[in-house]
């Protein structure tokens, strides 16, 4: 017959068994999950409702750029709660520069193929580049990304801006 003292410390035993057993099948099916896969594509073009409703533009240029010296352009993306900022690409030739912001989206794993509800999270991601013109003149600058109305398919979009380079 088993005393008070021994009944207390198998029971204790159990909870300790049971505790330790849930706790590594939650381990193991964590594991069995796929990793998170990123994939990217060009930015959206935040909308005024994301940036504040300010009247701030979601291209900001320098009024001029100096021959030689480089200059920061900022682009302004918008994305939800399973994007993330990504990288810019930028080319320049003579007065011509392209400005293409990247954003990360979130690509729902093949074992969990239900789509996560990232909407409800908005987020504004600030892109900036460097660049430089070697020459004077009047750049135009093409910035590549996404444009279109909020929960709307987002369409391919070229902005165009022209900026003197002085001397």
Not at 1 to 26: C, E, K, P, Y
Not at 29 to 45: M, N
Not at 78 to 86: A, R, T
Request: charged fraction near 15%.
């Amino acid at each position: 017959m088993l005393s008070l003292n021994s009944r207390q410390s198998t029971r204790t035993a159990i909870r300790q068994i049971a505790a330790f057993s849930a706790l590594t099948g939650v381990i193991a099916s964590c594991q069995d999950q796929a990793p998170l896969i990123w994939g990217v594509r060009p930015g959206r073009f935040a909308t005024p409702a994301l940036t504040g409703g300010a009247v701030q533009e979601f291209i900001q240029l320098p009024d001029h750029f100096t021959v030689g010296a480089a200059s920061v352009v900022t682009v302004l993306t918008e994305g939800g709660g399973c994007e993330k900022k990504g990288y810019d690409e930028k080319s320049i030739q003579g007065l011509a520069g392209v400005v293409s912001p990247m954003d990360s989206f979130f690509v729902n794993a093949p074992s969990n193929p239900e789509p996560r509800d990232c909407e409800a999270i908005l987020k504004v991601f600030v892109h900036t580049s460097s660049l430089q013109f070697d020459q004077p003149g009047v750049a135009v600058i093409r910035f590549n990304g996404l444009a279109g109305a909020p929960g709307g398919t987002p369409q391919d979009t070229v902005i165009e801006r022209t900026v003197p380079v002085n001397q």
